[in-house]
């Protein structure tokens, strides 16, 4: 189900269903408390950001939501989190973010003072992010499935060293 398009391209995805193939700024699925997100390397449109944003509301307990954040650098501008932080009304959830940014990696780290519950990896410890999400074998293989779709979807994962799953 086609959640939406952004002014730069950008799409969404999220519940059952295939990614569409063109090439989106932000992409990601809901799979129950799980959301799995792809970044390419730019924050993502305010419309795309909004329906996640959207969703996350609709989580019915949101302490119990997990997030796999895919990004090549990119991510949420100072309204987006700020929009999100509004929905989360301090609470923290399991994130872990894989990148290859360090710069990404060290600023997430920061975060992390103050929400241990975000956690930053690199693609080599993406096994490490699925233990800090709490993820069992079959959400693993299932995660794996749906990273690559969200990968294809999103332009810069091109980019990306060629081990990340």
């Known amino acids: 189900m086609l959640a939406g398009q952004g002014a730069s391209g950008g799409a969404s995805r999220h519940g059952e269903g295939e990614v569409e193939a063109d090439m989106v700024d932000m992409a990601y699925r809901v799979l129950g408390s799980l959301f799995i997100l792809a970044h390419d390397d730019r924050p993502p449109p305010d419309s795309i950001w909004m329906e996640y ?94 990273t690559r779709q969200l990968r294809a979807a999103v332009e810069a994962p091109r980019r990306w060293p060629a081990h990340h799953p």
Not at 70 to 81: D, F, I
Not at 120 to 136: C, I, K, M, N, R
């Open 53 to 146: 944003v959207a969703d996350v509301q609709l989580m019915p307990d949101i302490g119990a939501m997990r997030t796999l954040v895919l990004t090549a650098g990119g991510g949420p501008n100072a309204k987006q989190r700020m929009a999100l932080n509004r929905v989360l009304d301090g609470r923290a959830t399991k994130t872990a973010v894989i990148t290859p940014s360090f710069v990404a990696r060290g600023i997430i780290t920061s975060l992390g003072l103050f929400n241990p519950a975000i956690k930053a990896f690199s693609p080599a410890q993406t096994e490490v992010a699925y233990d800090h999400l709490g993820l069992d074998g079959e959400m693993r293989r299932l995660a794996e499935t749906v």
